[in-house]
């Protein structure tokens, strides 16, 4: 458990305080559920990205999905087969990043503590790793490897420094996997 718990408080009612101030100047009823762009990005769920600043995108133009690492797994693999066949999406992007919470912790010895703790292994996989150059390269490899992606004439991956705000272009020949 986090260090800090013990002075957490929620959060909740705080922010839907926010939200009713957010929706007295709202107008952004006239956009469609088709992204504008025809994007998508996959991204880490890091709080201290913000996937639409980053890239300098407008609400209704681009598809986020985001998880621990912004790793290919099926079920982004489900969100992105959706994205491209009902609602027109044609380019994908991966935003990867410096620092990720997943290179502080290796699969073994957090499944081997999972398992000490509560008596399950975890059956999925927790898909950590040490340089997250190579885990872009990993992602593009896995996007081109499925047959429920069709359209991958358009896939770049970036790693996102938390330093100094940049992109870093990952290519397949920059690197090993
Ligand atoms: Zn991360």
Known sequence: MSPSDNSFAPNTDELLENNRR?????????????PKRQLAVVGCMDSR?????ILGLRHGEAHIIRNAGGVITDDV????CLSQ???GTREIILL????????RVTEDSFKAELEAEIGIKPWWALESFSDPHADVLQSIRR???TPFITHKQHIRGFVYNVETGLLEEVEENDKAG
């Open 85 to 87: 066949r009902f609602l």
């Open 96 to 103: 990867h990043h410096t620092d990720c919470g997943l290179m």
């Open 143 to 145: 996007l081109h490897a």
């Open 77 to 80: 693999i489900r969100s992105l």
């Open 22 to 34: 957010y929706a007295v100047g709202f107008d952004d009823s006239h956009l469609e559920v088709n």
């Open 49 to 53: 990205m913000d996937t639409f600043e």
